[in-house]
């Protein structure tokens, strides 16, 4: 039953990789943004690390404080024990004594190593942070590019189509025609005048008087 479920997983998992291709190729700005969001993300992942080894950190200054005020306790409490002449109390004081201070010398190394490492892992996120936000700037470089780039598409589209030929075919037919009723406008007026001026002539000569 569960190698059935694991299959119909990858199966739907291939499918739904095949959409988001084909996405991205329609939209490459898609794929893009996923891996800002992966980028985002991760930094998240990073910045909740850094705090928890900050917590870590915190945790081991407390008990290497402590253990330093149980050395000085239990040294203090030797010397009384020694100087009562309480041997058995004054061993006692000494056994504890040694353990505290063993365990001050690897909660101090700890310690160390906790903060090298807390600036290691807060370097790295600064550094994550910045290539985050060259990653921003990267978008919106390739956003106007694209942007640019489907414009020009369709313009070029537009002023190469077969309707701009036919179009400019148009307006030339439609121009020519203008002018031939222009010329015809022209012809017709100077016409008029003329047999105008003849009439006017011909009564003129019918009547001398």
């Known amino acids: 039953m569960s190698h059935l479920l694991t299959r119909i997983k990858d199966s739907v998992m291939?499918?739904?990789?095949?959409?988001m291709d084909q996405k991205e190729e329609k939209n490459p700005i898609a794929h893009v943004n996923q891996y800002i969001r992966d980028c985002e993300h991760e930094v998240k992942k990073i910045k909740r690390l850094?705090?928890?080894q900050y917590?870590?950190?915190?945790d081991m200054s407390r008990e290497l404080s402590q253990a330093k005020m149980m050395v000085e306790k239990r040294n203090r409490h030797k010397l009384?024990?020694?100087?009562?002449?309480?041997?058995e109390l004054a061993g006692e004081a000494q056994q504890e004594l040694e353990q505290f201070e063993q365990r001050v010398q690897q909660l101090t190394r700890m310690h160390d190593q906790s903060i090298k490492d807390l600036e290691a892992l807060e370097a790295k996120y600064v550094q994550m942070k910045q290539?985050?936000?060259?990653?921003?700037?990267?978008r919106l470089e390739l956003r106007s590019r694209e942007n640019i780039a489907r414009t020009k598409q369709?313009?070029?589209?537009?002023?190469e189509t077969e309707l701009v030929s036919k179009s400019a075919s148009?307006?030339?037919?439609?121009?020519?025609?203008i002018e031939r009723?222009?010329?015809?406008?022209?012809?017709d007026h100077r016409l008029h005048t003329l047999d105008a001026r003849f009439a006017e002539l011909e009564k003129k000569t019918s009547n001398p008087n």
């Open 14 to 19: 291939a499918d739904l990789h095949d959409l």
């Open 50 to 52: 850094v705090e928890k």
């Open 55 to 58: 917590h870590i950190k915190q």
């Open 80 to 87: 009384l024990a020694e100087e009562m002449q309480e041997v």
């Open 131 to 138: 290539k985050l936000k060259d990653l921003y700037v990267k």
């Open 154 to 159: 369709g313009i070029n589209k537009v002023l």
């Open 170 to 177: 148009k307006f030339a037919e439609l121009e020519n025609y």
């Open 181 to 187: 009723i222009e010329q015809r406008v022209y012809t």
